[in-house]
């Protein structure tokens, strides 16, 4: 099991690392979203378009699972930082979500940090090349001291024919989201100064994709450091899992034993 | 170019189609993949083009680089590598595996090069903690890291990962529990790629190399002769030849024999209902502050059986081996048994005495160990011509002199020139060891079987009764069976098993030893660091093996009270959770292994060393064939099947001759291994999967001087196979109708579930639980009225005597039924078929009876009454899954209403069915079972078993046609005796705690199972719900065990979720 992290870090120490790498063409992934975009209205980050009926010919299923993961991801993101308290309350305003309320920041810097992470996250779900999506939380010293963890694998059998409205999947995902809001009540609370950061962890053969989608926006990715990935004692709490057509899910916390230290 | 690209899309759409009613097998498994072929592949370009189309997927003509998802080829050149290193670059078996999966699989193990892979991502295999944070691309990264980091040599090859190294007491034939769970081993948890090839296939070989060889040919036997051999390797009839006078086999089988023998002993105890409550109540007894555990162990069993009739032998240099002469054999030319010698030394200086049979290794330090070695390289000269027979076992006079157990017998002779030798005897051994082991169970029932000459004895209760010391119950085990068989035994006491073996130690020889609770500290110090020395195979009594031994060592740790001065997290993490909290107790003298008479076995093996000398591929293919038919007989015979098959080989080292013809001389062993999509004890099926697996090893079978085969991840088989032999068929099912039926049919009118259950040929007491513990635990339902067997108006006097747990309960309806029946299979060891009618209606159960009951017993009868009525208004749709091959018997009421749950059983083949048994069914029964059995003709070719449902027409799975459903389901859900549904777990959890007072040992790992399965899955909220469910339940629970039981299941799931995620749960 070969897996490498990565993480993008609101200071951006090595973007010269790949600097050269920023005149790749990226001309031919703009195409491939634009071409496959007749079918990407669900679901679109903050779009209120009305759903339409997937149809199964020309519906690469990876993006459809991408986009509604991805959108939940920054919903979830957002809630993290809220219910963790990493930035004070006042950043953020109340908005309604799968139908429940959720809390969204919208301090324009922070959203579009969140914003770009997750655009490059995209074409590793999209290839079911990333197998955890971490939102680490670290103290001032740069430890971690709680990591939400999104396990995402394929479920065994894929399909949508049974759930053409993806009604279900919202279901869950809306569960999901409630424990969310709900989990400070099994958590300790964070020492002050919280920052946050965003670790992914990819299967094997995706760093190549990583490299693509991060120099357009010139936002790179680097290899998680040992300290950022390494947590003392860590203490695990299984918040939910969901197994749907189309995503098999599960989120986790992992917590520090001593988080005031 | 991009138009003929579309415009071969549009071809590959139009073809597609007509495709597919070529062949009816199309599916949508690829959808989302697109392929690109690049080079020669097997199957064909256009196979897999076609293979694409029928199975949803796309093939690109030409290479697109954001549209072709993988490519596929069979091997690529460098520079090819290097241009496509990060695209998927996938074997085309990958596409014919995914379609005979029918689901896509994971191009993961099927990715070209791996090596290459890892060579461009250096951190890919790290473990936490080790990543160097460095560039992205690791192109220019020092050749060092990947050595020492990257996994390549295994990724193309699964390892055998959950392989313990198999002691070489029992490899060759069926390796019996190992010291831990399965899952965990400590050793492939951290194992490097040059670690994992030294593991497993270096530690049969001692063994191997010098008894089988050294041993006499029996009489019978032909004599070595190279061509006449192989002629017989050939014919296949060697092998059950080769089992049938291998006596170390024997040895090794007597172990399970004489498991087997306690255990029917014990069992001739339940089938007496009188004793059943008492009996319980004793074993339940936990080991008090008294408790008290026993090691007997023969002194030097192999030598005082040998003698037992020569009394002018006693006191005399003796040693059991094969060679009767001087010790001087004439050498063979042409061979070079110096360097053989050399390969020897070289390969085992570690632990130059093997694991011998007789269990006395203990007494042998590592000093004499080392000097013997050193012996046997100065007379090097002298022992080209000397007796390279071993010495299996020697008097303890003998021993004064030097000999050790395991040298040479030519070595020996010049040590201690009147040693005497005395012929191996084997009936003989048998004949003493069965009389120990009479003595001893005649004594206790408690007693765990260790080998042919030792056994442990839980003697805590059986003091407690006869309120007699422990010594005075030593001496008296002693003198019997001193008088019984004519040999002396010494006896170890201490309050663990641990130091009930240490104290043998000192008891020895023909002695007796107390270990007192207050000396055990001062005993443990002086005594056991001889345990820790490196260069002896203590696994006896510390397991630490020699790799845990240098790891000691280069700790400082010498001896046990080096060891008590290492912190519990040193060890933990040196050794791994496990290990080292089990060393951090061993020395300071805790153990809490209980005496168990039952094991589990882990894993079923055939291995041949001797004789392999194959010339033609299909030889070896047919000797494969008929060891797979031979451990095929030996599952069946442990009524077990496995999942993962492995293939030893030994090949001989190139250039070196063997001075043995028959044997195996010196060779590198390769283990190759695989796990199958089902559960299987079928020899054929394992014979295809093995020569696939043997081809894939690419070896010369000239070469070939060893063949073993093992199958692991074991799990009990419900149905049994029957007996070609075909004994005589006694049922109870006549005896039950008779009793019963009528009186249920009083109140009930109709009996709503049947569950048959064949047990099988030659069942021990075991067997018979074991489908009679899933039975009860699925029944729970159904036991309150099956209590009552009697008729409803007796139901109110039954509560105070009926048994607490369901189990008891069965037992003794089937024992107060069949009485005598089963007392007679014990004997006879006959087929038996059960019946058990329940009845469950609540609409006919008289509610004035029902409110006569006291509370607590009402609400287990309406609980279930209320869960199933919801669960019929789900219209079934929360259905557990059923396994593959069950099947849910369901008769419906006369009214048409549907049934009560139906109890999940596995049917046998209907070839199994006793065609007597069948015709004295009600009709009902019969028309369910041939109706399944019809069906199941049907889709048998399809996928073996499939899953059935045969139930009335409420179930919609009914609808669905059979082939579809057993395609769908590849990995079915966990399950807890076949409940899934976490309302159905708790009730079941329960159900479990609040009844039993005593849970057994079987059930709490199959808990542990669960929850672990649940882990694997990732069902990681289910887990902490359960954990969290069973807290509260077994910690409130007033009897201790229950949270004993808790705190062993929590252990076992922080150790899991440690190893899968890195860190524990937290339980609030």
Known sequence: ?261 | MASKVSKLDEQFKLDAPREKPKDGACSSIFTGVAIYVKGYTEPSVDELRRLMMLHGGQFHVYYSHSHTTHIIANNLPNSKIQELRDQKLVRPEWITDSIKAGHLLSYLQYQLYAKQKGLSFPSVSVHQGQEPAGPLHGRHLPSHSLNNHNPAPSLGQPLPRHHTPTSSHSHLHTDNLHPQPKHYNPLASHRSPHLSAETFPSNPTPLETNSLSANPIPSNYAPPNHDQQSAKVKTGGIISEFYSHSRLHHISTWRSEFSEYVNILRSLIWSNPETIILKTGRWSAAPGPQSCILHVDMDCFFVSVGIRHRPDLKGKFVAVTSNHGSGRVAQSSGVDRQLELQCYHKQYSYPAVSERKDGDLEEITSSETESHISHGNSVDQDTAALSMAEIASCSYEARQAGVRNGMFFGQAKQLCPSLQSVPYDFQAYKKVALAMYETLASYSHDIEALSCDEALVDSSALLAELSVTPDELASAIRADVRERTGCSASVGMGSNILLARMATRKAKPNGQYLLRSEEVDDFIRDQTHHLLATHQPHTQLLCVGRSMGGKLASLGVRSCGDLQQVSLQQLQKEFGPRTGQTLFRFCRGLDDRPVRSEKERKSVSAEMNYNIRFTQVDEAESFLTYLSIEVQKRLQGAGLRGRRLTLKVMVCKAGVEQSNYSGHGTCDSLARSVTLAQLTDCGHLIASEVIKLFHAMRLKVQDLRGVGLQVQLLEGAHSFPKDPTGPKTCYVRDKLLAQHTPAQHNYTGKCVCVCVCWLPQGASHRAIERPLLSLSLQIRHLIPPLLTHAPVRKIVPLPESCPPSPLPALHRLLSQSQGQVKESRHVSQDTCCMCVHVCLCPCQVDRSVLEALPAELRERVEHPWTHRDTERTHNWSHQRPLHPGALVLQIPKQSGQTGSTGIILELPDFSQVDLEVFAALPRELQEELRSVYGHRENTHGIMGKNTLENGPSTSPLQQDDPETLSKFTPCPEPTLAGACDFRDIRTLLREWITTISDPMEEDILQVVKYCTDLINDKDLEKLDLIIKYMKRLMQQSVESVWSMAFDFILDNVQVVVQQTYGSTLKIT
């Open chain 1, 1 to 261: 099991m070969g897996e490498r992290r990565f993480q993008h870090s609101a200071h951006n120490t090595s973007t010269s690392v790949f600097s050269r790498y920023q005149c790749a063409p990226y001309k031919r992934h703009n195409q491939a979203t634009t071409r496959s975009s007749g079918c990407k209205q669900i679901y679109r980050r903050c779009s209120h378009q009305k759903m339409t009926t997937l149809t199964r010919q020309d519906l690469n299923f990876g993006q459809v699972v991408a986009d509604i993961l991805c959108e939940f991801l920054e919903v979830a993101i957002h809630l993290i930082l809220y219910v963790r308290e990493v930035y004070p309350s006042g950043i953020f305003q109340k908005r309604k979500k799968y139908n429940v309320p959720v809390q969204m920041s919208c301090h324009p810097e922070l959203n579009q940090y969140i914003h770009d992470t997750l655009h490059c996250v995209k074409p590793l779900i999209e290839k079911n090349d990333a197998e955890k999506v971490v939102v680490v939380i670290m103290d001032k010293e740069h430890h971690p001291v709680e990591r939400f963890v999104f396990e995402i694998s394929q479920p065994p059998l894929l399909s949508i024919s049974s759930d053409t409205l993806l009604s279900h999947v919202e279901q869950l995902l809306r569960a999901v989201i409630l424990k969310i809001s709900v989990c400070d009540a099994v958590l300790e609370n964070n020492p002050p100064g919280c920052t946050f950061t965003v670790l992914v962890h990819t299967r094997e053969a995706a760093t190549r994709n990583m490299e693509k989608v991060q120099v357009i926006k010139d936002f790179p990715w680097i290899v998680a450091d040992e300290q950022e990935v390494h947590m003392q004692e860590p203490r695990l709490i299984p918040l939910k899992t969901m197994t749907s057509d189309i995503v098999k899910m599960q989120l986790y916390v992992e917590e520090r034993a001593q988080k005031a230290s």
